[in-house]
Every structure is written in C-alpha cells, then in structure tokens.
C-alpha cells in the first residue's frame, strides 16, 4: 500500500525491550496488538500502518516490509449502512484523510495497512504489570501448505507458488526462507492518538446548529449559536445520544444508556434569542388531558385542525374553540409559524393563578456568618463583610429584594430595626440546644428598595466589625453550625429564599452537633465509605423542612479542620443548593475565590418556588435522577431556588417497545421569576427512533455519557459498592461497547483491529481519566471527596471533559492567533498538549485546567524575560520565591504575552459553577519535587501512575490495577480485551 503522505511517516526507533510488557507492540507486525511476548534480545521490524486499529494478529509473519510504521492516514472503506427503512449509502464512505476527523467517521488504529492474510497464531499470556515475560516466547511454527510474501508492485500478500521468476528478497523485506534479521523497530506515534482539542482556528463566523437538522449538537465546549426550529437548544437537553433504540434489548446490547443532563436555566450563547413568553390567559397553555404534556411543536394536529393527537401518549384531544385553526395541504396549521409553542422548542408560559399554590413573595437573601475564633483568625469575617457590603449593591437593582444577616460561635447574634429605622439592635441567643427568633422576622429581613432600610444594612455590618473585630471582643473556639441554620430556616419560614451558610469549624456545641469521626486509621479501609454519608437524621429533617418552607441553602465551607460535610452538605442537596470548598482557608490566598464565587452567586440569573416534572413518549419512562433537589412526589423535583448554573442528569429505560417514528421528552419547570411573575418553562426534544445499532453509536454524544457515568459511579460508591467495582464497571463499560461497534457496525475490518466510532474516539481517554480520578479511589481527604462528590452531581454538561481529562497549555509557544479576541469577539485557545511529561521541558511554563482551579507549572531553566513579563521581578531564595502570583498589567498590548495569558485564564473561567484559583508550582518550593508539583503531574493521565500513588487496599488484585496503566497501554488494554470476546 502506498502511503499516501509520505511527510506523516516517523522514524522513532525504540528496542522492543522496552515494549516487553502491556501495552507491546506485536512481534513482526509492528502493530500495537494484545500482550505478546518476545526474547527480550530479539528487535521486529515495523510493518506499514493507517490510521486506525491497533491491528492484533499476533501472528508469525512469514515476510514483511519495513515501510516506516505509519501511524496518520484515516481510510474509510465503502459500506451500506442498514436503517430502519432500508438500506441508505453510508454518507462517509469512500473517505480518505490523513490524521484528522469527520463528524462520522470511524477510527481503525492499526499496525499494517496491507492486507495480510491469516497465520498461525501465538498468543502468550505475560504479567502486563511487570518488565520481565511471565514465560519464555513460543519457537516460530513451521508453516503448513503455501508460503506468502509482500509483493510490492501490487501491494499484497500473494503465495509463493504464485511468485514471480524474477522475484527476490530485496533491502527492507524479510527472505521467508531466511532467520529474522534483527533491527528495531518503529513505535506508533503517541502524538497520532485521539485527543480532546479545542475550537480550530478559522475565519468563518461562530458555526450555527439548527435542532431539527438531524445532526448532533457540536461539542458543548466549542461555541455555537443554537437555533431553535422546533427542538430545544442542546444547551437546556443534551442527549446521551440523538437516536432513540426501539426497544431495551438494543440498549442493553450497546451498553449505551439513554439519558439526559438538563439545565432549564442555562446562559443562552452570543447571538441566540431570548424563549418566547405566551399568555394563554386564566386557563392556561393547552394541556394533553392523559398525560398532561404541554402543547409543544410536535402535536399532530387531526380533523381539520379540530383535534389534536399528543406527541407522548398518542391521545386524541379536541382543541379548544378559541384555539382553533384550520390545516394547508400538508395537514399542518396555518399560523404554526406565528405561534411560538407550535415552532419553537423552548417556550415561557404565563402560569395562571390555579397553578400558584403558595403565594409570591419578595426574594429573600440571608448571610449566617461564622463569627468564631478560627474564622477570625483566617480573615474570614473580614471576607464576608466586604463581600455582603458588594453583594448588598448588586442586589438592590432588583428592588423586590430583602437581606437580613445573623452570626453565630457558641451563641447566636441577631441584628434587627424596629419598623426598619433608628439604629440597628443586637439580640445575643445563648441556649442554642433549642433554637429560636427572638425578633420579628420582618426585622432581619430589610427590605432594599427603602433607602432608609438600605441604610440600615451598612449599620448593622459596622456593628458586626465593632462587636466581632474590636480588640476588646471576646471570641470563642466553639461552633454552634446547627443552631444556626435551624435559625435562618425559622427566619425565611415566611418568606422562602436563599441562605448562605458561612462556616470554618465543626459543629460542637448546641442543636446539630458533631463529633469528627475522621480517623485516619479508618481510611483505606471497608469503613471508610460510612464517612461518605450523613451521619444521624438531624441535618437531614432540616434539610426536608427547608425544602417544604421553599428554602435553598449554599454552604461556604472556609475549612481549618474536619466539617463533616458529608452530613450538613445534606442541606445543600435537598434544598436545590450549592457547597463551596476551601481547603485551609486564607483571605490572601482564597480570598479572591471566596469573593468571586459570593458576587456568582447572588449575581447570576436565579428563580424561586420552583417545581419541575419530566415527560417522556409512551414506552420510555425515567428511571433515576441526579442533582440537588427534593422529591416529594415521585415524579416531581421541588427546587425552592434554581439558578442558571442548576443542572440535573436523569436515566431512562424502556417499559414496552417505541412504535412511534420519534421518542420525546419534555420538561416542565414551574417557577417564580426575579420580577415576581410566575412562569412555567417548557422545553421539548423530539428524537428520532432506531433500530440500528450503528445509529445510536454514531449519534452518541461523549460529553454527556462522561457526564452520566460520573454521576451514576459516584452514586454507586455512595451506596452500593466499592471505588474498585465502580472502577471495574466504567472499564467494561468501555469494552462492552466498543465490542458490539466492532462485531455489528464495522465488520468490513478484521477482527483484529480496534475500531472506534467517530463520536466515541476518546471513550478510552475519558474512561481512564474517570478511573484515575481521586473520586473514584479510597485515601483522599474526606471533606474534599464530598466536595468534589456534590460538584459532580450539579456539573453541567461543559465541565465534565475538564474535569476528568484536564487541558494541559504552554504559555511559552502560545501560536499567534491564539488568546486574542478577534473582530467578532471570539477567542481561540492555544493547541491542547497531551496529558504526558513527554509535554513537559524545564525551560517551560505550562498552565493546566482540571475543571476545578488552574495550576501553572514554572520550568527550573524558564527564561527570566517570560518569568518578569508574568510574574514581575521575583527575589529567589535557597527555598525559592515564597509567593508568586501572576501579574495582571491593564496597560499591556493585546499581543504581549502578559495579556494573552490572562486573556487565556479569562476563558477558561468563563460561566464556571465556581472560581478557578490560580497556584503556582516550581521545584524549588520545597526540597525536591514539592507535594504541588507530584499532584501536578498526577493530572497527566497518559502516563503511568506513580508508584505508591494508591494504596494496595484500593487497587486489590492486578486486574484492578488498570487505572495504573499509560494512555498507550490501556488502549492495549482494551483491544486485548476486546480481542478476547472474539475468540
């Protein structure tokens, strides 16, 4: 086979001795194939390679060329793709490119392009954990019947009865008749290796997708400007595949669930338009009378436009008079495009009055503020009387708003006015065992839009500053969390509302107190998943209560020492809310994320009083959600707030076979709007129904599948099993599925190649970045896995790729149209690295993004002029600089490299849930590599883990061990794996 780009050929030569293990390349194939062995002093030859399939044959290769071992092409063979309505010419055959992608396309990682045929096989089990083979390599088998050889002018393996009379062994190819000569061979290129990536540069306009076009939704992290055509934007539902199976064999057979994550709220993109609000009056939008699904596009409207039949339950209702319109010849209605709930997938309706079973009331926002020593100590008062005085002018824009403020150490502090004027007055509660108002709620709560009120809050933050801070205060060690929050549900009992928790130690003194049950021993151990959960029913009857009183909770946990977040997060998870973790606070070191994240919070879009219901088409039905809310009832999501940021997964499963073309789901949210008007948002996705295997693997949509798979393991380790079965599980998943593409939808390959669909090409990355991931493994700080366990089950859709693969960037080689904003606003990232030390040189700045903070590494040997442009002029010490921190100059150029890093940073914190903190690590913090820089290269996930990264306890036998494997050899890995479900 001829190459077809000669440039993309390599040459890195590497003795087989180094590849002995998992992960090899196959003797005399040069191919990376399952775990066969070799005599160690024994080098192959590198046969020709396309883009594609680790090829396996694991055969004795009587001749073979040495073409350079090319690892770049992508190669399509022509095929018929079998659908539901008969046979339709696959759109991507006959493809044929050199190392990119197409929406699609398949991948074929191989080690031979020729066409080889069959030899006798030797397969020789090894120990893939170790450097030495488990046993000695098989003696080559004499070959039985006809001998082959390469011929080269045809470019196939023919026999040896057939060869030429002329034909002799020429330079790079083996004599059939002669030993093995002995050479190196040529290692696929790791760069070649799917790879998640930014937006490509280009001059074209932000790309538009239209939700009825029949394509998937673009990547959620690239920008696109959705247009609604009768679906809803992929940003309120995202599919984990945009083609529905018929019945639950197909699904169970894929291994590819049907779920969805939802953000009713979300941000719309640049460019994209407002949901349309309709008023159908007292009596409310047109409703299905069986299943009460709204009115949506894809009512098919009967009898002259008389009647209609529901999209979900296939019921035929008749339409009201008012509502009344007759159909065109095509049997649609004639003003379908002046109505937006007949065309539009994303609509506000006006709820009428029957639908307000509580009254509306004003939005209520009340900061509880640990007072105690330690949160003095860290700065922590001082943080959050800056940041309720900033928070306090944000929210007087809406004048509806009230704030009050309490504070708490062993007793309780409430700050009230008397009809809201006069000065404001003090109410200590010492006997926190039984909580209690001393005051008139109306007191506390101060109403923003009277400027005397107004006033009032800038008095009662002085008195906090004068009673809390002074030198003449006294302090106590002790915290009293519980009573507090029992406080500020009393106090919003009747107003509903949002209450942020601000706390820096355990509870241990009065109602809801704690006892730290975080012994060290304990971890590593089968009872370290008891700490996981709450402890005792106290937090969570408050937490019910404060769902029932339409009260959210968001925690800021500024933490010195153990909190038990795993127990008071409880409050957050029923009520709709959202946990902060700041590791050893400190107000100059999380003082700006403790800022950013309170001014997100009570800045961004956020609703109040909401209920949400989810529909689906008859024969599906929703089997799990995930998320921070309060179910009642079994079918409903209570949210006493939900914000923009808000985000929930949901499962769904078959209860009989789809019979219909499409399978629909529509969600409901009920909810009170800033302005006080009551809303119901509607979005509707209608999908089309499949009984192919290959379109359910061709329409998959990997960020929502990666986002699904962590919710659903982390709720496993939660309450099912160990890290280590939740581990093995996503690994079978894995192979289970890339198997059934293999057999079912690519059968013009051999069986030895790894084939992956276009969308799921990075299933293998994603799947080891979960199973490396500290969430998934026993050891890690308490608090911390809490934390990180409640973040993912809120994530939305766009951090979840960051999260489990994080992207790696040089700011010393960022290219020259990257981090600039272009004339139409955009901005483009530099190239992604690979997840690898390979990525890494001394005299380099690298920054990295793992969803959660940035973390920028400095070279021993950076160049000083790249240091001063970011960091300013650094005093060096024995111990190396004690703080650095990146410079933010308003003066410097676009161009300069100063602006284009912080406009690097400013992107990747866009929209987050939270704050994206910035740590520097050098070498030199500490002597030898600091405990920063071992958990900085712990984020390169494609090489191999540390040793003593994990205990033994966590990992168990070798075969849990995968997740200790390099990018390189846990595709081996699954190859090997697949290649046994063949044979």
């Known amino acids: ?43 192959y030859e590198a046969a020709q390679g396309d883009y594609g399939a680790y090829n396996n044959q694991q055969q004795q290769l009587p001749t073979q060329q040495a073409n350079g071992g090319q690892y770049g092409g992508v190669q399509q063979q022509p095929q018929q793709q079998q659908g539901d309505g008969g046979q339709a010419t696959d759109p991507y055959a006959n493809f044929q490119g050199q190392g990119g992608y197409d929406a699609g396309q398949q991948q074929v990682y191989s080690g031979g392009g020729g066409q080889m045929q069959p030899a006798p096989q030797h397969y020789m089990p090894s120990d893939p954990y170790g450097s030495q083979p488990a046993v000695q390599a098989p003696q080559p088998v004499q070959q039985q019947g006809p001998q082959q050889y390469f011929n080269e002018q045809t470019g196939q393996w023919e026999y040896i009865d057939n060869q030429p009379a002329s034909y002799a062994p020429q330079q790079g190819m083996m004599d059939p008749a002669a030993p093995a000569k002995q050479k190196k061979e040529d290692r696929i290129d790791p760069s070649q290796i799917p790879r998640w990536s930014p937006e490509h540069k280009t001059d074209e306009p932000v790309k538009k997708f239209y939700t009825r076009s029949g394509s998937s939704p673009p990547p959620s992290t690239h920008p696109f400007i959705a247009v609604d055509e009768g679906n809803c934007s992929p940003r309120f539902i995202r599919m984990s595949t945009n083609y529905i199976a018929n019945e639950a064999e197909l699904v169970e057979q894929t291994k590819l669930c049907i779920g969805a994550i939802i953000q009713p709220l979300a941000e719309l993109g640049e460019g994209e338009e407002t949901p349309p609000v309709r008023d159908f009056g007292e009596d409310g939008p047109i409703r299905c009378n069986k299943c009460r699904a709204y009115i949506n596009p894809f009512f098919r409207f009967v009898d002259n436009g008389k009647s209609f039949i529901c999209n979900m339950c296939q019921n035929n209702n008749p339409v009201p008079d008012f509502y009344y319109c007759n159909l065109d010849p095509k049997g649609f209605r004639r003003d379908r495009n002046e109505r937006p709930e007949l065309c539009r997938g994303t609509v506000d309706f006006v709820a009428p009055p029957d639908y307000c079973e509580a009254p509306v009331t004003d939005p209520c926002y009340l900061f509880v503020v640990d007072v105690s020593y330690s949160s003095l100590v860290s700065g922590l008062v001082d943080c959050a009387l800056e940041c309720i005085r900033a928070s306090v002018e944000t929210l007087a824009d809406n004048p509806r708003t009230r704030v009050g403020i309490i504070t708490y150490d062993q007793a309780l502090y409430f700050y009230s006015a008397k009809d809201g004027k006069g000065e404001p007055r003090l109410d200590v509660v010492s006997d926190v065992d039984d909580a209690f108002v001393p005051v008139i709620p109306e007191t506390v709560m101060l109403q923003l839009s009277d400027q005397k009120q107004l006033g009032l809050i800038d008095k009662v933050l002085d008195m906090i500053a004068k009673v809390h801070l002074s030198q003449n205060s006294v302090t106590s060690n002790n ?29 241990d003194v009065g109602t809801g107190k704690l006892e730290a049950r975080n012994d060290i021993k304990v971890y590593n151990t089968d009872k370290e998943a008891t700490l996981l959960v709450p402890r005792g029913s106290n937090y969570e009857n408050l937490a019910t209560w404060c769902a029932k009183a339409a009260v959210s909770v968001d925690i800021f946990a500024c933490a010195h020492e153990y909190l038990d977040l795993a127990t008071i997060g409880s409050l957050s998870r029923t009520t709709g809310g959202q946990i902060y973790y700041y590791n050893g606070f400190n107000a100059n070191k999380d003082g700006e994320a403790f800022h950013r994240d309170m001014y997100r919070n009570i800045s961004r879009y956020t609703a109040f009083q909401g209920l949400m219901v989810i529909r689906t088409s008859e024969g599906l039905k929703v089997s799990e959600r995930y998320g921070n809310y309060f179910a009642r009832e079994a079918d409903e999501m209570e949210l006493p707030v939900i914000h923009c940021d808000s985000s929930f997964g949901v499962m769904m499963t078959h209860e009989s076979k789809l019979t219909t073309k499409e399978a629909c789901i529509q969600t409901a949210l009920l909810y009170t709007a800033p302005d006080g008007k009551r809303r119901i948002r509607i979005h509707t996705l209608s999908l089309p129904v499949t009984s192919a295997l290959c379109n359910l693997f061709r329409h998959a949509d990997l960020d929502t599948i990666i986002n699904l798979s962590l919710k659903q393991g982390i709720n496993q380790i939660l309450y099912k099993t160990e890290p280590k079965n939740a581990r093995r599980a996503l690994t079978q998943a894995c192979i289970d599925s890339l198997f059934v593409y293999r057999k079912y939808c690519s059968t013009q390959h051999s069986p030895g190649q790894l084939i992956l669909p276009e969308p799921l090409k990075l299933l293998p990355l994603a799947t080891l970045g979960m199973i490396k991931h500290d969430l998934f493994h026993t050891g890690t700080q308490v608090d911390q896995r809490v934390f990180l366990t409640a973040f993912v089950q809120a994530m939305p859709t766009y951090v979840a790729c960051s999260f489990i693969d994080p992207c790696l960037f040089s700011l010393t080689e960022i290219p020259d149209y990257a981090c600039i904003e272009s004339s139409d606003g955009r901005v483009f990232l530099p190239p992604v690295l690979k997840l690898s030390s390979d990525s890494i040189n001394s005299d380099g700045v690298y920054l990295l993004d793992d969803g959660l903070a940035l973390h920028v590494w400095i070279g021993e040997t950076a160049k000083r002029e790249v240091t001063d442009q970011l960091f300013g002029m650094v005093q060096q010490t024995e111990d190396g600089p004690s703080q650095l921190q990146i410079l933010y100059d308003e003066n410097a150029d676009a161009k300069s490299l100063n602006a284009r890093v912080w406009t690097l940073i400013t992107q990747l914190r866009k929209n987050c849930p939270s704050f994206k903190t910035i740590s520097i690590i050098t070498r030199n913090s500490h002597t030898g590599a600091s405990l920063d820089e071992s958990q900085f290269f712990d984020h ?32 081996c890995h699954i190859h090997k794996k697949i290649q046994d479900k063949f044979y």
């Open 479 to 507: 915290c009293t969390f519980g009573a507090a929050a029992q406080a500020g549900a009393l106090l919003l009992e009747k107003y509903g509302g949002k209450m942020m928790l601000l706390v820096s130690s355990l509870c």
């Open 1 to 43: 086979m001829q190459n077809p780009d000669p440039a993309s050929d390599f040459n890195a030569q590497q003795d087989y001795a180094a590849y002995n293990g998992a992960g090899g390349l196959a003797p005399g194939t040069g191919q990376y194939g399952d775990y066969q062995q070799a005599p160690l002093s024994q080098p």
């Open 940 to 971: 390169l996930i494609e090489d191999a883990a540390r040793r003593n990264k994990w205990n033994p306890s966590d990992l168990g036998s070798k075969k849990d061990s995968v997740c200790n494997m390099s990018y390189i050899d846990f595709l």
